[in-house]
Nanobody, 118 residues
Framework: QVQLVESGGGLVQAGGSLRLSCAAS????????MGWYRQGPGKQRELVATISTGGGGTNYADSVKGRFTISRDNAKNTVYLQMNSLKPEDTGVYYC???????????WGQGTQVTVSS
């Protein structure tokens, strides 16, 4: 059974930083594109960042470019999201996502809360 477990969320003041981690199990991690999504209060879930299987390709939402960095360590089956210069608008539940390269399978973590105070 595939499991994605996020950690690292919390409360931080505007301008601060957090690093989210997502540990994967039950799948061949290196065969999954990974991503982070978030859902703010009263909003739909939106894509934050993605990273390809080997880490060579990344994409970011315009709202986080220059502030967030997605990375992965395939040896540790873990994907990270480094969040700097946080803004109150970044508040929401952040979800880890995996998409298998060949099997067209999608997996979601349980989410971790990020709250940025002004």
């Amino acid at each position: 059974q595939v499991q994605l477990v996020e950690s690292g969320g919390g409360l931080v003041q505007a301008g601060g930083s957090l690093r989210l981690s997502c540990a994967a199990s039950g799948t061949i991690f290196s065969r999954n594109d990974m991503g982070w999504y978030r859902q703010g209060p009263g909003k739909q879930r939106e894509l934050v960042a993605t990273i390809s299987t080997g880490g060579g390709g990344t994409n970011y939402a315009d709202s986080v470019k220059g502030r967030f960095t997605i990375s992965r360590d395939n040896a540790k089956n873990t994907v990270y999201l480094q969040m700097n210069s946080l803004k109150p608008e970044d508040t929401g539940v952040y979800y880890c996502h995996a998409r298998h390269l060949f099997l067209s399978l999608d997996y979601w973590g349980q989410g971790t809360q990020v709250t940025v105070s002004s």
